[in-house]
DNA sequence: GGATATAATTAGGTTGCCTAATAATTTATA
DNA sequence: TATAAATTATTAGGCAACCTAATTATATCC
């Protein structure tokens, strides 16, 4: 079985076996955990200023999980005092999220080291690597999302 | 802060968190998890048949994950019959770990469909890409664990 | 022979998600 | 207009994939 594997594939499955060790994701910042800070991201992405906040629903699709998963984040993240709830005024089914004024400092602080790091990055695989590994890796999705459509 | 953002780590960092979501690893499989399968194949690539098996510390640096990792995960395995733990014959404290016939039979199954999907990327990216790809990832990471050094 | 190191194991813990169920609210339909 | 259906956020419980601390027995070193 393993003798006819094409070299490439093996290739391929090792490299990928040893990203999957890296958690590029990991966290700058000793209480903040990795996941915390994509939400903290999101809201700051999506959030103007003087703005209402963004919907625990809207959080739930922009990060592709599930909204209780957003509703257990928010709630240590509001523990924490990073961010807020307060009431959506035109839907009482709603809540609308914004970050403190403790929670935009902090994510300053992460943002300076987890783009510093990337910006590394780029810079040491070079630009133009840089993109290609980018497509490629989005023609993986895609083809990985293809075939689990078949398969169902 | 993201306005100055170098455009070509943002675009990377976006395909690295999509490629995050993709769970490659997936078990073709109901009843073998994706952690269980990699320590099969751990076995499989290292275990000569009539062999006296691996032990639970070669199987932990091999995969990199602490023993006692290994060893909960080899617990779920033997009592559902894919490995079977033996004495060591020379090292009272050691444990070898052997596939048993079952586990022979369905991590066939489980190749079959794997690399049948890594066959079918290499194909899908061609196989200069796919070469390049498993490059390029094996630089992130070397990237990553030397800067990550320094920070320590 | 005693100190130190090693091997595997158990227990408990964290992180990062998920689903099912629920209550309240909004929207759609008859 | 009343009811059914859909939507929103939440809570509770669960799983997978790891980790560390502690422990016991054994092997190795001085």
Excluded at 95 to 123: A, H, M
Aim: glycine fraction near 4%; charged fraction near 30%; charge should be positive.
């Amino acid at each position: 079985m393993e003798k006819s594997r094409n070299p490439i594939a093996q290739k391929l499955l090792e490299s990928f076996t040893q990203f999957h060790r890296l958690n590029w994701r990991q966290s700058p910042i000793v209480g903040l955990k990795s996941s915390e800070i994509m939400l903290l991201f999101c809201i700051k992405r999506t959030v103007k200023s003087d703005s209402v906040g963004i919907k625990v629903s809207d959080i739930s699709s922009a990060l592709k999980v599930a909204s209780p998963t957003v509703t257990q984040l928010i709630n240590g993240l509001e523990t924490s005092g990073f961010v807020e709830r307060t009431m959506d005024q035109e839907d009482r089914r709603a809540v609308r999220v914004n970050l403190t004024d403790k929670g935009k400092r902090t994510l300053e602080k992460v943002s300076d080291v987890f783009y510093n790091s990337f910006d590394g990055l780029v810079e040491y695989l070079g630009e133009e690597e840089s993109s290609k590994l980018a497509e490629l890796l989005s023609k993986v999705f895609t083809y990985f999302n293809e075939t689990r459509k078949e398969n169902f």
